[in-house]
């Protein structure tokens, strides 16, 4: 599941973030942004997801997204999903004593539970969190994003004075 937003008149936006000097420091404030309006939705996935299923709620986190292969440079995001490293797989030996056994651990549990198997019925998490908060996140993002650079601009305006 992936929300994708096109900001009209990116150019110009970009344009004036250079004029304010670090450009870096510029797309860390909007990336925090991102990060802050989206942590709603990772929380109701948090609260979501069913006890009963180990580390599952503790290994939904917000992280970085990784940019596609000849996507534009420029394009960021962040993404809301499993922590495979909370509950890594394993090899676990069996309590017979002969042999092991991988445990998936929560990469593994987490589709299960989220859509099911045969046997198994759905516990749906993501999806209801992402019907609840995607639309929220985006007004979230736009009311975030404008103070976030303004702290930031004010940040190196402070620096270029001392230096």
Known sequence: MTIRIKVEN?????????????QKAMRAAVKDALR??????????????????GDLKRSIKIGPRKRGRGEDP????????????????????????KGTYRDPGVAGVGPITEFGRPGVPAKPFMRPAFDAEGEKTIQRFGQTAGPAIEKQAARLARKRAKG
């Open 74 to 97: 420029d394009t960021f995001g962040v993404k809301i999903g499993i922590d495979a490293n909370e509950q890594p797989a394993k090899e676990v030996a069996r309590k017979s004593g």
């Open 10 to 22: 990116a150019a110009a936006i970009q344009q004036a973030l250079a004029e304010l000097g670090d």
């Open 36 to 53: 802050n309006a989206a942590e709603p939705m990772a929380a109701l996935a948090r609260e979501l997801a069913p006890y009963d299923q």
